[in-house]
């Protein structure tokens, strides 16, 4: 399977995740509120700790991001479920706290915090995961067919390339992150 057709997957896993977090962001805020309560407060700990306009958040941010990926590449021959996880949990993590984050600020707000940096990190997580899918479904396949065994390998080649291009793109999203986008939230 060509990898554009990868990315379609990982593409749609992804919108449908964000699809899940907007309609529960929508119509029931505070039930999810309570079953993600621990990891929004770690969340908010976390963005505490984390201080803007230093090299330090940068390597932070870039090295969490880059670990995510690659953990998800290494476990995706366990039936792909790990990229397919890690799509539609991002995914739906964006969509509900952007839909809390605009009721309690503004759509503006909202975008501002996520699209200057997300316009590289989402298309890094969505190639990324479609380069895990992809590696994931050959070495699963693989397991049952031996013409699937002669393209495991092939296969990784590919999926490392893509992954590599996912972990490039994270260096603008960090940098973004981390001195555009707390200057456009109007963060000193």
Not at 35 to 41: D, G, K, R
Not at 89 to 100: D, P
């Amino acid at each position: 399977m060509q990898f554009k057709r990868w990315l379609l997957i990982a593409a749609g896993i992804f919108v449908s995740g964000f699809a899940a977090g907007l309609v529960f962001g929508i119509i029931n805020p505070e039930g999810l509120t309570a079953v993600l309560s621990e990891e929004l407060a770690a969340l908010q700990r976390l963005a505490g700790a984390l201080r803007p306009f230093t090299f330090t958040t940068v390597l932070f941010i870039l090295a969490q991001n880059s670990s995510t990926l690659l953990l998800s590449f290494l476990l995706s021959p366990v039936l792909c479920l790990f990229p397919v996880l890690a799509l539609m949990f991002n995914g739906g993590l964006i969509a509900f706290i952007a839909v809390i984050a605009a009721r309690q600020t503004s759509l503006a707000s909202v975008l501002a915090g996520l699209l200057p940096h997300g316009i590289f990190e989402i298309p890094a997580l969505i190639i990324g995961e479609a380069a895990a899918v992809s590696f994931g479904a050959t070495a699963v396949a693989a397991l049952f067919s031996a013409k699937q065994r002669k393209r495991l390998v092939p296969a990784l080649k590919n999926s490392l390339r893509y992954l590599a291009l996912a972990a490039a793109l994270l260096v603008p999203a960090a940098i973004i992150e981390t001195f555009i986008t707390p200057l456009l939230l109007g963060i000193r």
